[in-house]
């Protein structure tokens, strides 16, 4: 049965074009990989290069302060005869237009392009922070719900679809669910409805009226909390399924409820992977521009959520013996309309005429959201890390 | 089946199991179960897998409730002669008077201190000294205080495989049961610490019941006062252990024992 080789050697592959079928399936899906890679690359390089030069100064302190703490403004360009560009904002104009005299050859106004990004970076800030405190109480609940208590069966397969379908929803008609919902008809306390409200409870010392919340950040929060609710819910309930049932069998063993197991022996080991999922909404949060474009957002604003034309409180006193006052001005916040990054850099690139000092303030506020964004991403992995790290079994 | 003639010479048995049918849906996975369990014995379940032990031994802590649509369809359980299936047996009771420990060791990734406290601590213990003593006497039942007293406040899951496994233990029996369950809680480990759990339930026994379920049959042999065997389901034979294992009664038993199952 020892049949002699014909051939030195016995494992030569055969000439069927398998190795050439090989090789062009790796090269294939390598550059497929590249062309991702390297279309993200560009992507910050852009950002990077454009943005940076706003953000930066070559001397101290290296960053450009009044970037990123004052206001947006307009934009004012004078030019003299010499050709010589003078930026300056409303109020100096005339200054600069009295000192350059005969000198003066032309003015420009730019929208929005002075000054800085401090009111929507406040505006989102405040959005993320409501946001993600609804979404969190909801979808945790929501997901400790559905995955320790439901039972299996037809009911737990629609909240599933239902929630599948929410993240499936395109963020524009969030907003017009917000400003129908929220803007227009949330319930408020109120000592006398408005015309508009849809429907008002006396309940005596005050009326409950559904006349909604306006244009403000509790609208916009709640909105957004809606957005990035399939994800926290998803990702929490993985979470809790992830928590091994050996601690839940132990726990209900040594006599626990269902709660105090929940409470004790479920939740703590998953809250490093919820906590981890969320920071991950807060950045989506942070970026959705439709949502609050009708329920919180302003193109311009003059004011920070908390500059308001208010009696300043009786100086003598401490904040305490006016806490009423002091509480009620600090949610007051809340009740304003405020302006918001992505909304802002929106504005900023289709709705005014551009040109080099717009498209300056355009970059600088896409680069701070940049960096804004990827610091709390990272800081996700970070803590993902840590926590992992601590809880391992 | 016979109530005790003379309650005053021989205690109740601690878990009585009568006429007991059990189902997981449709299928019926124990058949017309009686058992008796003494107190401060060893009683041991062995038998073939799938032959419902584990599911009986789940039985007399309501274990099952969690499996959804398994039930008690026919028969009752008794523990300390109430019906555990009365309406008004409050499941956390019960569970806190029958301890259980599981096959596979898993402790919390919570300190040592934590994992055996944890009983206490639901069971609404607040006081600390309660909790140090409880934790200490509970470790010491367990044989792991000369080991863990200086490092408490350990992770429990830096311990080893036999270590956990015994830390599970001493978290079981720190809420004081009356009756200690364990299902097979040595099979994941090494004959060493096999060996020191085995050591232990000897011990167990002078303070709680145990019923210990495993497919070891030298393990029933060496740890078990009573054993009963298994098949199918079905209760085959249940003896003293040293008669069960020397003189079977019924055929079944002999042939498992041997080796030689037809």
Same mark, same amino acid.
């Given at each position: 049965?020892?049949?002699?080789?014909?051939?030195?050697?016995?494992?030569?592959?055969?000439?069927?074009?398998?190795?050439?079928?090989?090789?062009?399936?790796?090269?294939?899906?390598?550059?497929?990989?590249?062309?991702?890679?390297?279309?993200?690359?560009?992507?910050?390089?852009?950002?990077?290069?454009?943005?940076?030069?706003?953000?930066?100064?070559?001397?101290?302190?290296?960053?450009?302060?009044?970037?990123?703490?004052?206001?947006?403004?307009?934009?004012?360009?004078?030019?003299?005869?010499?050709?010589?560009?003078?930026?300056?904002?409303?109020?100096?104009?005339?200054?600069?237009?009295?000192?350059?005299?005969?000198?003066?050859? !032309?003015?420009?106004?730019?929208?929005?392009? %002075?000054?800085?990004? &401090? /009111?929507?970076? =406040?505006? @989102? *800030?405040?959005?993320? #922070?409501?946001?993600?405190?609804?979404?969190?109480?909801?979808?945790?609940?929501?997901?400790?719900?559905?995955?320790?208590?439901?039972?299996?069966?037809?009911?737990?397969?629609?909240?599933?679809?239902?929630?599948?379908?929410? !993240?499936?929803?395109?963020?524009?008609?969030? %907003?017009?669910?917000? &400003? /129908?919902?929220? =803007?227009? @008809? *949330?319930?408020?306390? #109120?000592?006398?409805?408005?015309?508009?409200?849809?429907?008002?409870?006396?309940?005596?010392?005050?009326?409950?009226?559904?006349?909604?919340?306006?244009?403000?950040?509790?609208?916009?929060?709640?909105?957004?909390?809606?957005?990035?609710?399939?994800?926290?819910?998803?990702?929490?309930?993985?979470? &809790?399924?992830?928590?091994?049932?050996?601690?839940?069998?132990?726990?209900?063993?040594?006599?626990?409820?269902?709660?105090?197991?929940?409470?004790?022996?479920?939740?703590?080991?998953?809250?490093?992977?919820?906590?981890?999922?969320?920071?991950?909404?807060?950045?989506?949060?942070?970026?959705?521009?439709?949502?609050?474009?009708?329920?919180?957002?302003?193109?311009?604003?003059?004011?920070?959520?908390?500059?308001?034309?208010?009696?300043?409180?009786?100086?003598?006193?401490?904040?305490?013996?006016?806490?009423?006052?002091?509480?009620?001005?600090?949610?007051?916040?809340?009740?304003?309309?405020?302006?918001?990054?992505?909304?802002?850099?929106?504005?900023?690139?289709?709705?005014?005429?551009?040109?080099?000092?717009?498209?300056?303030?355009?970059?600088?506020?896409?680069?701070?959201?940049?960096?804004?964004?990827?610091?709390?991403?990272?800081?996700?992995?970070?803590?993902?890390?840590?926590?992992?790290?601590?809880?391992?079994? | 089946?016979?109530?005790?003639?003379?309650?005053?010479?021989?205690?109740?048995?601690?878990?009585?199991?009568?006429?007991?049918?059990?189902?997981?849906?449709?299928?019926?996975?124990?058949?017309?179960?009686?058992?008796?369990?003494?107190?401060?014995?060893?009683?041991?379940?062995?038998?073939?897998?799938?032959?419902?032990?584990?599911?009986?031994?789940?039985?007399?802590?309501?274990?099952?409730?969690?499996?959804?649509?398994?039930?008690?369809?026919?028969?009752?359980?008794?523990?300390?002669?109430?019906?555990?299936?009365?309406?008004?047996?409050?499941?956390?009771?019960?569970?806190?008077?029958?301890?259980?420990?599981?096959?596979?060791?898993?402790?919390?990734?919570?300190?040592?201190?934590?994992?055996?406290?944890?009983?206490?601590?639901?069971?609404?213990?607040?006081?600390?000294?309660?909790?140090?003593?409880?934790?200490?006497?509970?470790?010491?039942?367990?044989?792991?205080?000369?080991?863990?007293?200086?490092?408490?406040?350990?992770?429990?899951?830096?311990?080893?495989?036999?270590?956990?496994?015994?830390?599970?233990?001493?978290?079981?029996?720190?809420?004081?049961?009356?009756?200690?369950?364990?299902?097979?809680?040595?099979?994941?480990?090494?004959?060493?610490?096999?060996?020191?759990?085995?050591?232990?339930?000897?011990?167990?026994?002078?303070?709680?019941?145990?019923?210990?379920?495993?497919?070891?049959?030298?393990?029933?042999?060496?740890?078990?006062?009573?054993?009963?065997?298994?098949?199918?389901?079905?209760?085959?034979?249940?003896?003293?252990?040293?008669?069960?294992?020397?003189?079977?009664?019924?055929?079944?038993?002999?042939?498992?024992?041997?080796?030689?199952?037809?």
């Amino acid at each position: 049965m020892n049949s002699v080789p014909t051939n030195d050697n016995p494992f030569a592959g055969d000439n069927s074009g398998i190795q050439q079928r090989e090789t062009a399936a790796r090269w294939a899906l390598r550059v497929g990989s590249y062309i991702v890679v390297l279309t993200t690359v560009a992507i910050m390089l852009h950002i990077f290069v454009k943005g940076a030069p706003v953000v930066f100064r070559s001397q101290w302190p290296f960053v450009n302060t009044q970037f990123l703490t004052e206001l947006p403004a307009t934009l004012h360009v004078i030019e003299d005869q010499q050709g010589n560009h003078i930026e300056t904002d409303v109020n100096g104009a005339d200054a600069v237009k009295k000192k350059l005299g005969d000198n003066f050859r !032309a003015e420009k106004t730019i929208s929005y392009s %002075g000054g800085g990004i &401090l /009111g929507p970076i =406040v505006g @989102t *800030a405040l959005l993320v #922070v409501v946001s993600v405190g609804v979404a969190l109480f909801l979808g945790v609940a929501c997901a400790i719900y559905l995955s320790e208590y439901a039972k299996h069966g037809k009911f737990l397969e629609m909240v599933r679809l239902a929630i599948l379908n929410l !993240a499936g929803v395109p963020s524009v008609v969030f %907003g017009l669910f917000g &400003l /129908g919902a929220f =803007v227009l @008809t *949330a319930p408020r306390f #109120v000592a006398m409805p408005a015309e508009r409200s849809v429907f008002a409870i006396p309940l005596g010392f005050t009326t409950l009226s559904f006349e909604g919340w306006d244009t403000c950040v509790l609208s916009g929060g709640f909105t957004l909390a809606f957005v990035i609710l399939p994800v926290i819910i998803t990702a929490s309930e993985q979470c &809790l399924q992830a928590v091994p049932q050996g601690f839940r069998e132990t726990s209900m063993a040594l006599g626990a409820t269902r709660w105090q197991t929940i409470r004790y022996s479920v939740l703590p080991f998953a809250t490093p992977g919820i906590l981890t999922s969320s920071i991950l909404g807060i950045a989506r949060a942070a970026g959705e521009t439709a949502p609050i474009m009708f329920t919180a957002a302003l193109a311009f604003k003059d004011k920070l959520p908390w500059q308001k034309d208010l009696p300043p409180l009786p100086a003598d006193a401490s904040i305490f013996a006016h806490w009423e006052q002091s509480v009620s001005r600090f949610l007051g916040i809340f009740t304003e309309s405020v302006q918001a990054l992505p909304y802002h850099i929106y504005t900023l690139a289709a709705k005014i005429p551009q040109n080099e000092y717009a498209e300056r303030a355009q970059y600088g506020s896409v680069f701070v959201f940049l960096v804004l964004v990827a610091s709390l991403a990272a800081s996700s992995v970070l803590l993902r890390k840590r926590l992992r790290a601590k809880y391992r079994w | 089946m016979t109530p005790a003639t003379n309650p005053e010479s021989i205690p109740p048995p601690v878990v009585q199991v009568r006429d007991m049918d059990f189902c997981y849906g449709t299928s019926k996975a124990l058949f017309d179960i009686n058992l008796k369990v003494e107190y401060h014995r060893v009683t041991a379940l062995i038998g073939p897998s799938g032959c419902g032990k584990s599911t009986l031994l789940r039985c007399i802590n309501r274990m099952n409730d969690r499996v959804l649509s398994a039930r008690v369809t026919k028969g009752e359980v008794l523990v300390k002669g109430k019906n555990i299936h009365d309406a008004d047996v409050d499941l956390t009771q019960l569970r806190k008077q029958v301890g259980m420990v599981f096959q596979k060791s898993n402790p919390f990734p919570k300190s040592i201190y934590e994992n055996v406290a944890y009983g206490l601590r639901i069971h609404g213990e607040k006081n600390k000294s309660v909790l140090d003593e409880a934790v200490e006497r509970s470790l010491t039942h367990a044989a792991l205080w000369e080991e863990l007293k200086d490092r408490l406040n350990a992770n429990a899951l830096a311990l080893s495989g036999g270590q956990q496994q015994r830390l599970c233990i001493a978290r079981a029996i720190a809420t004081v049961p009356d009756v200690l369950l364990m299902d097979e809680p040595c099979s994941a480990l090494d004959p060493i610490s096999t060996l020191k759990i085995e050591e232990l339930m000897h011990q167990l026994a002078h303070e709680f019941t145990v019923v210990i379920v495993t497919h070891n049959m030298q393990q029933a042999v060496r740890v078990s006062d009573y054993t009963a065997f298994l098949h199918l389901g079905k209760l085959v034979e249940f003896a003293p252990t040293e008669e069960l294992f020397t003189n079977p009664r019924e055929k079944l038993t002999e042939a498992y024992l041997r080796g030689t199952f037809s």
